[in-house]
């Protein structure tokens, strides 16, 4: 858990940004396939609506043609005194019957020839209960059940007008219907007013729709409509002679508002609807587009989709790529310096990966140079500095020191004791020579353990030998290198502070190697003190001492300076029993100049 | 990376709009809807055949079809139905055109226009000279359905004629029907002036328009429009033709004629009891028998002859039809079809009859128990032998290529002649017309 949400951690901008762009890439090729879908839709709606508005100006002149020829028959039947007579004489002799029923057939033949090209049958009934037909193809009806007919009642109700009227038409062996539509007129003798009888111009739905067949499929209907709401011809045939009241009254509303088309809802579809009138039959000619068709036909949603997919999916898996190289090495990057510990500046990040962290691993590379080169800078400055202290402090050699020495060889020589006056002045001559003379930074333990003797030469010479020093060097130490002066202090601290109340005692130096570094002990048991919080010693400020300038206390700071942390003085004292003064140091055998801060690039 | 994240969703969107443009196109506008019209395109067991009548000649053909496909299963009969004028349009149109597009493998054609056909198109046609044996046919099909001795359809239907009467209205006015038999037209007359005295029902419907009962009479005699060859019009000095003129005046005259002025109207005559009797081919069986309430009420009767012409007979032939295979692909299979069932198959002959009340002319079906069944419409007459009899003595004439144009002519000039014009210079003037028209 705590692994991935590292991961998550160090992977955290990539799943961000790549998220981000995932949903930004979706988001946009979403919005502007809609966009570019809803636009080409309406765009198609509106040129459909047009081209198909034409389509409804073609099928009505086609259909006003149609009237024009049914028209003229019409008048030419009402106009022929042949008809009149056949339907409104009595009875007679075979010879004229028979020369009647040839003069009708050959005035009918002559005006169905102008309407034979639109396959209209003729029929025409007479009050006297004649029946004469050109052709009962269309309609086969008897010509008793023709009298019966609703649509002779239609027509002998409104004698002055042409009607067009739609019939089930009549069942055949199969059971099959084929609906017709017949214009219908009475005739009527115009100076009476008294109706003679009725034609039928009969046409086959099938016939009518030729005027707009050609203009549907699939889902571009046509359907006529009379004005009482029936489907009175479709290319669908399933609706031909059904109800349609919902379809009439859109029809009425696109014919009163003039608009070019509407959106309606028929047979559970929704339709792009033109409608216009046809005044002569009192229809309503009505096109019905299936919207899910029509931009079915346009927009292929199933392959945009696939498209779209394709094109966001190539682009994620490009984004996918570029993004991960790109923070792929920041991240490593990243990774890389946040490992670097502290004070480890030794770690160098590896230069890879795209311009940019190349770029910025150069330039942490280059800064840890540069902070290399400055901490080394400062290390040397201040070691230089320290030195020049150091070198001050040593030439600042105690007047009060020297004075009180040759004040006790000018005792001795005095008494005459001139052995030990001699000696004294040569222990003081060797201190001084290696404390003013040796300039080098370190100076072996022997050499140490020389000026010590000397300086505790002199002090027993001044003071008595009431305080004794004993030296305790691991032969393998002799050679090691130890800064100069670095144990004097602590002998002197011991022989002016240790034994105040005791009056004698011992004081032992210890030089030996442990685990590597070198350990100086030097211990007394003398006074000891009571160690407060700080574990100092106390602060040497007498004219007793060496130096003026080196003290005790400044001995740590010195070595930790030099050597680093785990170097260092540790002190441990007791009242009454004594003090222990431990000092560590890394354990070296040659002399050098610079010790820890050494450049390792 | 924001530049190349940038190009990434630019192009993107390029496309995604590209593509959203780009279905535009085939958009608007309307699909033609292609109409199935006549379909040749018949594989080699598929056959197509035009033919009118569904009740008589698609019944027959679906019968034929039953039984070929015993013997050959892969066999299908495409049948389209067309009423006759469109059928003859249609031929006239694709063959006047030099073209089979479009045309079926068999087509029914009748008998008086068959040899219009064939002598126009006689390349359009395949030969069927082989294929059945032609002397097993009542002679009289065999003019109509050959060229030069060649024979190029198979003889169907026969049109023998029958006068239908009504033996309760002739009861009434006193005869039998033993006394109707081998009449003579003027004896028609007679009867139809006593019977509509009786009855008060004339004794025919006749439309003024279709001089059908004029070519019943001719062939009575062996006559016809055209003369022996079929070339031209044979009407001034036909003496059979002007005979008859003259008795359909005088049936005009007796006043026992109702008009009708189509098909329907016709039916509806005699259906309706209106008339007494019907002259006319045997293939209006069906239609009498139609109205059921009148079985037991009818008789058929040989039809009458000329009475003053020699060789006449009391046989004569109206309408009839015959096969053709045209010269399209898939011939062979229909050649073999119609040689093996309407060809060769008494038994299918038999089934016809009882079936349909078709009569063939194929005769060595014409002995079979089917056609000594007795008919309770007709009290117990046993018509199909009368009619397959009375086949056999009908007159061998030639049709000629002309007929209806002929009768075209002679319906007008039959009006002059009623309305008082001489009958030599009706016949003459008929004459001029009808060459004028057959140049």
Same mark, same amino acid.
Request: glycine content about 6%.
């Given at each position: 858990?705590?692994?991935?949400?590292?991961?998550?951690?160090?992977?955290?901008?990539?799943?961000?940004?790549?998220?981000?762009?995932?949903?930004?890439?979706?988001?946009?090729?979403?919005?502007?396939?809609?966009?570019?879908?809803?636009?080409?839709?309406?765009?198609?709606?509106?040129?459909?609506?047009?081209?198909?508005?034409?389509?409804?100006?073609?099928?009505?002149?086609?259909?006003?043609?149609?009237?024009?020829?049914?028209?003229?028959?019409?008048?030419?039947?009402?106009?022929?005194?042949?008809?009149?007579?056949?339907?409104?004489?009595?009875?007679?002799?075979?010879?004229?019957?028979?020369?009647?029923?040839?003069?009708?057939?050959?005035?009918?033949?002559?005006?169905?020839?102008?309407?034979?090209?639109?396959?209209?049958?003729?029929?025409?009934?007479?009050?006297?209960?004649?029946?004469?037909?050109?052709?009962?193809?269309?309609?086969?009806?008897?010509?008793?059940?023709?009298?019966?007919?609703?649509?002779?009642?239609?027509?002998?109700?409104?004698?002055?007008?042409?009607?067009?009227?739609?019939?089930?038409?009549?069942?055949?062996?199969?059971?099959?219907?084929?609906?017709?539509?017949?214009?219908?007129?009475?005739?009527?003798?115009?100076?009476?007013?008294?109706?003679?009888?009725?034609?039928?111009?009969?046409?086959?739905?099938?016939?009518?729709?030729?005027?707009?067949?050609?203009?549907?499929?699939?889902?571009?209907?046509?359907?006529?409509?009379?004005?009482?709401?029936?489907?009175?011809?479709?290319?669908?045939?399933?609706?031909?002679?059904?109800?349609?009241?919902?379809?009439?009254?859109?029809?009425?509303?696109?014919?009163?508002?003039?608009?070019?088309?509407?959106?309606?809802?028929?047979?559970?579809?929704?339709?792009?609807?033109?409608?216009?009138?046809?005044?002569?039959? +009192?229809?309503?000619?009505?096109?019905?587009?299936?919207? /899910?068709? *029509?931009? #079915?036909?346009?927009?292929? !949603?199933? =392959? @945009?989709?696939?498209?779209?997919?394709?094109?966001?999916?190539?682009?994620?898996?490009?984004?996918?790529?570029?993004?991960?190289?790109?923070?792929?090495?920041?991240?490593?990057?990243?990774?890389?310096?946040?490992?670097?510990?502290?004070?480890?500046?030794?770690?160098?990040?590896?230069?890879?990966?795209?311009?940019?962290?190349?770029?910025?691993?150069?330039?942490?590379?280059?800064?840890?140079?540069?902070?290399?080169?400055?901490?080394?800078?400062?290390?040397?400055?201040?070691?230089?500095?320290?030195?020049?202290?150091?070198?001050?402090?040593?030439?600042?050699?105690?007047?009060?020191?020297?004075?009180?020495?040759?004040?006790?060889?000018?005792?001795?020589?005095?008494?005459?004791?001139?052995?030990?006056?001699? +000696?004294?002045?040569?222990?003081?001559?060797?201190?001084? /020579?290696? *404390?003013? #003379?040796?300039?080098?930074? !370190?100076? =072996? @333990?022997?050499?140490?353990?020389?000026?010590?003797?000397?300086?505790?030469?002199?002090?027993?010479?001044?003071?008595?030998?009431?305080?004794?020093?004993?030296?305790?060097?691991?032969?393998?130490?002799?050679?090691?290198?130890?800064?100069?002066?670095?144990?004097?202090?602590?002998?002197?601290?011991?022989?002016?502070?240790?034994?105040?109340?005791?009056?004698?005692?011992?004081?032992?130096?210890?030089?030996?190697?442990?685990?590597?570094?070198?350990?100086?002990?030097?211990?007394?048991?003398?006074?000891?003190?009571?160690?407060?919080?700080?574990?100092?010693?106390?602060?040497?400020?007498?004219?007793?001492?060496?130096?003026?300038?080196?003290?005790?206390?400044?001995?740590?700071?010195?070595?930790?300076?030099?050597?680093?942390?785990?170097?260092?003085?540790?002190?441990?004292?007791?009242?009454?029993? #004594?003090?222990?003064?431990?000092?560590?140091?890394?354990?070296?055998?040659?002399?050098?100049?610079?010790?820890?801060?050494?450049?390792?690039? | 990376?924001?530049?190349?994240?940038?190009?990434?969703?630019?192009?993107?969107?390029?496309?995604?709009?590209?593509?959203?443009?780009?279905?535009?196109?085939?958009?608007?506008?309307?699909?033609?809807?292609?109409?199935?019209?006549?379909?040749?395109?018949?594989?080699?067991?598929?056959?197509?055949?035009?033919?009118?009548?569904?009740?008589?000649?698609?019944?027959?053909?679906?019968?034929?079809?039953?039984?070929?496909?015993?013997?050959?299963?892969?066999?299908?009969?495409?049948?389209?139905?067309?009423?006759?004028?469109?059928?003859?349009?249609?031929?006239?149109?694709?063959?006047?055109?030099?073209?089979?597009?479009?045309?079926?493998?068999?087509?029914?054609?009748?008998?008086?226009?068959?040899?219009?056909?064939?002598?126009?198109?006689?390349?359009?046609?395949?030969?069927?000279?082989?294929?059945?044996?032609?002397?097993?046919?009542?002679?009289?099909?065999?003019?109509?359905?050959?060229?030069?001795?060649?024979?190029?359809?198979?003889?169907?239907?026969?049109?023998?004629?029958?006068?239908?009467?009504?033996?309760?209205?002739?009861?009434?006015?006193?005869?039998?029907?033993?006394?109707?038999?081998?009449?003579?037209?003027?004896?028609?007359?007679?009867?139809?002036?006593?019977?509509?005295?009786?009855?008060?029902?004339?004794?025919?419907?006749?439309?003024?328009?279709?001089?059908?009962?004029?070519?019943?009479?001719?062939?009575?005699?062996?006559?016809?429009?055209?003369?022996?060859?079929?070339?031209?019009?044979?009407?001034?000095?036909?003496?059979?033709?002007?005979?008859?003129?003259?008795?359909?005046?005088?049936?005009?005259?007796?006043?026992?004629?109702?008009?009708?002025?189509?098909?329907?109207?016709?039916?509806?005559?005699?259906?309706?009891?209106?008339?007494?009797?019907?002259?006319?081919?045997?293939?209006?069986?069906?239609?009498?028998?139609?109205?059921?309430?009148?079985?037991?009420?009818?008789?058929?009767?040989?039809?009458?002859?000329?009475?003053?012409?020699?060789?006449?007979?009391?046989?004569?032939?109206?309408?009839?039809?015959?096969?053709?295979?045209?010269?399209?692909?898939?011939?062979?299979?229909?050649?073999?079809?119609?040689?093996?069932?309407?060809?060769?198959?008494?038994?299918?002959?038999?089934?016809?009859?009882?079936?349909?009340?078709?009569?063939?002319?194929?005769?060595?079906?014409?002995?079979?128990?089917?056609?000594?069944?007795?008919?309770?419409?007709?009290?117990?007459?046993?018509?199909?032998?009368?009619?397959?009899?009375?086949?056999?003595?009908?007159?061998?004439?030639?049709?000629?290529?002309?007929?209806?144009?002929?009768?075209?002519?002679?319906?007008?000039?039959?009006?002059?002649?009623?309305?008082?014009?001489?009958?030599?210079?009706?016949?003459?003037?008929?004459?001029?017309?009808?060459?004028?028209?057959?140049?």
């Amino acid at each position: 858990m705590k692994r991935y949400f590292e991961k998550f951690k160090y992977h955290g901008l990539f799943l961000k940004m790549f998220i981000i762009l995932v949903v930004s890439i979706i988001a946009v090729s979403v919005s502007v396939s809609w966009t570019t879908i809803r636009i080409s839709e309406r765009l198609f709606i509106n040129t459909f609506s047009i081209t198909n508005g034409k389509v409804i100006g073609q099928i009505k002149s086609g259909f006003e043609s149609l009237n024009t020829a049914i028209v003229t028959a019409v008048n030419n039947i009402q106009q022929s005194g042949t008809v009149k007579q056949f339907l409104t004489e009595g009875g007679g002799s075979s010879l004229a019957l028979s020369k009647t029923y040839y003069n009708m057939n050959k005035q009918m033949k002559q005006i169905a020839y102008n309407v034979d090209a639109f396959e209209i049958d003729i029929s025409v009934t007479g009050a006297n209960g004649r029946v004469y037909a050109t052709n009962r193809a269309n309609w086969p009806i008897a010509d008793e059940a023709l009298k019966r007919e609703p649509m002779t009642a239609a027509a002998k109700a409104q004698p002055r007008r042409l009607l067009y009227q739609y019939s089930d038409g009549l069942e055949n062996e199969n059971g099959e219907r084929e609906p017709i539509i017949a214009a219908t007129k009475a005739l009527m003798e115009r100076s009476s007013g008294k109706i003679y009888g009725v034609m039928y111009l009969v046409m086959k739905e099938s016939q009518f729709k030729r005027y707009y067949e050609s203009y549907t499929s699939e889902g571009n209907h046509v359907v006529v409509l009379s004005n009482d709401g029936v489907i009175v011809s479709s290319d669908r045939e399933e609706l031909i002679g059904q109800r349609a009241p919902d379809l009439l009254a859109h029809a009425l509303d696109i014919e009163k508002r003039e608009i070019d088309y509407k959106d309606a809802r028929f047979m559970d579809k929704d339709n792009i609807m033109l409608a216009d009138y046809l005044s002569f039959y +009192d229809m309503h000619v009505v096109n019905l587009i299936d919207k /899910q068709w *029509a931009l #079915g036909q346009l927009i292929d !949603t199933k =392959s @945009i989709v696939l498209i779209c997919i394709a094109i966001v999916g190539v682009a994620l898996i490009i984004v996918f790529l570029i993004f991960r190289r790109l923070t792929r090495s920041l991240t490593r990057l990243v990774k890389q310096i946040s490992n670097i510990s502290k004070y480890d500046f030794h770690h160098y990040v590896a230069v890879s990966g795209s311009f940019e962290t190349r770029q910025l691993a150069h330039a942490f590379n280059f800064m840890l140079d540069e902070l290399h080169v400055y901490v080394e800078e400062l290390v040397k400055t201040q070691k230089k500095q320290r030195n020049a202290e150091l070198a001050a402090l040593q030439r600042q050699i105690n007047p009060h020191f020297l004075y009180n020495t040759l004040a006790s060889i000018k005792i001795m020589v005095q008494r005459g004791s001139r052995e030990k006056a001699a +000696d004294t002045i040569n222990a003081l001559i060797s201190l001084l /020579q290696n *404390a003013i #003379g040796n300039v080098s930074e !370190t100076v =072996s @333990i022997e050499q140490e353990l020389d000026n010590l003797k000397s300086y505790v030469f002199i002090n027993q010479v001044r003071y008595g030998e009431r305080i004794k020093v004993n030296y305790f060097v691991a032969p393998d130490c002799m050679e090691a290198q130890v800064p100069k002066l670095i144990i004097q202090p602590f002998i002197e601290n011991a022989f002016f502070h240790a034994f105040n109340a005791k009056q004698e005692g011992y004081i032992y130096v210890l030089v030996a190697q442990e685990g590597g570094d070198l350990v100086c002990e030097i211990a007394d048991n003398g006074d000891g003190m009571e160690l407060g919080d700080g574990s100092k010693l106390p602060k040497a400020s007498s004219s007793r001492q060496l130096f003026t300038g080196i003290g005790v206390s400044n001995v740590n700071d010195r070595l930790k300076l030099l050597y680093g942390e785990s170097y260092g003085i540790a002190i441990t004292s007791e009242p009454e029993q #004594g003090t222990q003064v431990r000092i560590r140091l890394p354990f070296q055998r040659e002399p050098e100049d610079n010790t820890s801060f050494q450049q390792s690039s | 990376m924001k530049k190349k994240l940038a190009t990434v969703l630019l192009s993107g969107m390029l496309l995604l709009s590209a593509c959203a443009s780009n279905s535009n196109n085939d958009a608007g506008g309307t699909n033609e809807e292609a109409s199935g019209g006549g379909n040749a395109k018949a594989g080699a067991s598929e056959v197509t055949v035009w033919a009118w009548d569904p009740n008589f000649n698609i019944k027959a053909l679906n019968i034929a079809a039953d039984l070929y496909k015993k013997d050959h299963p892969d066999f299908k009969l495409n049948i389209v139905e067309n009423a006759q004028e469109d059928v003859v349009q249609k031929l006239n149109t694709s063959l006047g055109a030099g073209t089979t597009k479009g045309l079926p493998n068999i087509v029914l054609i009748e008998d008086y226009r068959s040899q219009s056909f064939l002598q126009a198109f006689p390349d359009m046609f395949h030969e069927l000279t082989g294929t059945f044996k032609a002397e097993d046919f009542a002679q009289y099909k065999i003019g109509p359905t050959s060229v030069d001795g060649k024979n190029y359809g198979l003889p169907f239907d026969s049109g023998v004629t029958g006068l239908f009467v009504r033996t309760d209205y002739l009861e009434q006015a006193g005869y039998k029907v033993a006394d109707l038999q081998n009449l003579t037209w003027d004896d028609f007359i007679e009867i139809g002036k006593k019977v509509k005295e009786a009855t008060g029902k004339p004794m025919i419907s006749l439309d003024p328009n279709d001089l059908g009962i004029i070519r019943i009479m001719i062939q009575t005699a062996g006559s016809w429009y055209m003369d022996k060859d079929g070339k031209a019009p044979y009407l001034v000095g036909n003496e059979a033709l002007k005979e008859a003129f003259d008795v359909y005046k005088r049936i005009m005259e007796a006043d026992i004629v109702k008009p009708h002025s189509d098909w329907s109207q016709f039916l509806a005559n005699f259906n309706s009891g209106e008339v007494a009797s019907v002259p006319t081919g045997n293939w209006i069986n069906a239609s009498i028998k139609a109205e059921a309430s009148q079985s037991g009420k009818w008789a058929v009767v040989p039809i009458p002859k000329l009475a003053s012409q020699p060789d006449t007979v009391n046989a004569s032939n109206l309408g009839g039809s015959s096969w053709y295979v045209l010269n399209v692909d898939g011939k062979e299979t229909a050649a073999d079809f119609l040689a093996s069932t309407f060809g060769a198959n008494v038994d299918f002959y038999q089934q016809l009859v009882t079936d349909i009340g078709a009569i063939g002319t194929y005769s060595p079906a014409s002995s079979g128990a089917a056609y000594e069944a007795a008919d309770p419409f007709y009290g117990n007459q046993k018509t199909i032998a009368d009619f397959a009899k009375w086949t056999d003595s009908i007159p061998r004439v030639n049709y000629g290529s002309s007929t209806y144009a002929i009768e075209d002519v002679l319906v007008v000039e039959m009006q002059n002649f009623l309305s008082g014009k001489a009958i030599d210079d009706v016949l003459k003037d008929a004459q001029q017309q009808a060459e004028a028209q057959m140049q």
